[in-house]
């Protein structure tokens, strides 16, 4: 696999979208894992997470009524 901005070679891929990321270009993110609790919600997360610095994960969880049948 080759890193999605420089074509060197990856390390790893990015735990958000999939890309391929090279030592160079390589950021951490805190990753949540999981989100329970209502007032306040609470959010189980995984900090350094392997993140290629491209996507843009959003910080909050996205509302998909359409999936709640
Ligand atoms: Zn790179
Ligand atoms: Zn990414």
Redesign the pocket.
């Known amino acids: 696999m080759l890193?999605?901005?420089?074509?060197?070679s990856?390390r790893g891929t990015c735990r958000f979208c999939g890309r391929g990321?090279?030592?160079?270009?390589h950021s951490n993110l805190p990753f949540v894992v999981t989100l329970f609790g209502v007032q306040p919600p609470q959010a189980i997360v995984v900090g350094g997470t392997l993140w290629c610095g491209v996507c843009r994960p959003q910080p909050e969880p996205i509302a998909m009524p359409e999936l709640n049948r």
Request: proline share 0%; hydrophobic share 35%.
């Open positions: 890193c999605a901005q420089c074509d060197d990856a990321v090279c030592a160079t270009h």
